[in-house]
């Protein structure tokens, strides 16, 4: 027992001596990346996690690594047919980590274990969440993951029930796996498809594409906005005579995030409308347009095969993952506000003339 707890204050401290290091907030964050680049590769690669007879190249494993720990979604192989159970968990914990951050996983196991947060590591978080100022940056980590966690365990358990009473008749045990799974990736913006079917089996079922594209937004709309959203409704529920007032970057990201929302899915519909929508009922034409307007973004699901599309509207895809989700998310891209910024500035300069 005491040559373990030794080797635990061995550990911690080894971390704080690299935490504490001359390497800058930048270089630190991106050797740990490396570093969960490398442990995901040789999980990923151990036959525990792979069935039996899978046959995947160590180039593959690396890629699949990445892909995983970025979030990307992107993927050489069929994962169905290459990891088992166990894999698909490690997948679900790949994903947190590297949709949520490795800096914010961390720090939120340093809160639990109720360790001090040092001046450095508080100025790590601050980097790695685009966070422009030191004060509340780990209260802000650990509501955010507290939140998100809980927001993935009640739509994973209705996701089950849904599974369950449907005409697949799953199992209650294949229900709870794919349930869950699904509530996961589809909040984390993972993308990485273990059906070999993606949400094409759940086309016309509205009520799952709605809280699908529900659980994308909530990953892909910022952690900085959950959190004020969330001290918004509490404030209703309060009755709080002083009104709440939204920050300057909460306000522009949710704008922008819905003018993108409705462009996309007016865009979408009018290009599909009388072609790959053609033989739709009107419902199924908008709320296919909703979802393909949201998970472009950055989630990566789909309910057909891409081929299927116009070119305009391939396009149209492009240009709405080239810009991704907000900042401090789990998405990428070259971020909403950016492009929001970068729209006003247009604007004003045009006006200005």
């Keep these: 027992m005491f040559k373990n707890r030794w080797s635990m204050f061995r550990l911690r401290r080894v971390s704080n001596r690299f935490v504490n290091t001359h390497f800058s907030s930048i270089q630190i964050i991106f050797i740990y990346y490396v570093l ?31 892909s995983t720990v970025s979030v990307t979604g992107l993927s050489t192989f069929n994962i169905n047919e290459v990891y088992n159970e166990r894999g698909i968990i490690l997948l679900e914990i790949l994903f947190q980590i590297g949709g949520l951050g490795i800096m914010m996983f961390s720090t939120f196991f340093f809160i639990l274990s109720r360790k001090r947060i040092s001046l450095k590591r508080r100025q790590l978080i601050m980097t790695d969440m685009n966070q422009p100022r030191l004060s509340g940056s780990v209260k802000l980590i650990k509501n955010t993951v507290y939140t998100l966690l809980g927001i993935q365990f009640i739509f994973g358990l209705i996701f089950s029930i849904r599974f369950y009473f449907s005409d697949h008749h799953e199992t209650l045990s294949e229900a709870i796996f794919q349930g869950f799974y699904q509530s996961i990736s589809a909040v984390t913006n993972s993308g990485f498809d273990v059906t070999g079917m993606s949400a094409t089996p759940y086309a016309k079922d509205y009520l799952f594409i709605t809280f699908l594209i529900f659980l994308i937004m909530v990953g892909g709309i910022g952690f900085p906005v959950i959190m004020e959203f969330k001290e918004w409704l509490f404030h209703k529920r309060e009755k709080h005579d002083i009104p ?13 995030y819905l003018i993108l929302f409705i462009f996309g899915t007016l865009a979408i519909y009018l290009l599909e409308r009388n072609h790959l929508f053609a033989d739709m009922s009107e419902n199924q034409k908008w709320m296919t347009s909703m979802f393909y307007s949201t998970t472009t973004r950055n989630a990566g699901l789909q309910m057909h095969d891409l081929s299927s599309f116009q070119t305009p509207t ?21 971020r909403t506000t950016t492009i929001a910024i970068l729209g006003l500035y247009m604007l004003s300069f045009i006006k200005s003339e």
């Design 244 to 256: 709440f007032r939204f920050s300057l970057f909460s306000k522009l990201a949710i704008s922008i």
């Design 36 to 66: 969960m680049t490398i442990v995901s590769f040789i999980l990923l690669g151990l036959p525990f996690f792979q069935k039996p007879g899978a046959d995947i190249s160590l180039f593959d494993t690396l890629f699949m690594a990445i």
């Design 314 to 334: 391939l396009l149209l895809f492009s240009m709405l993952m080239f810009i991704g989700c907000s900042p401090s998310s789990v998405g990428g891209g070259v």
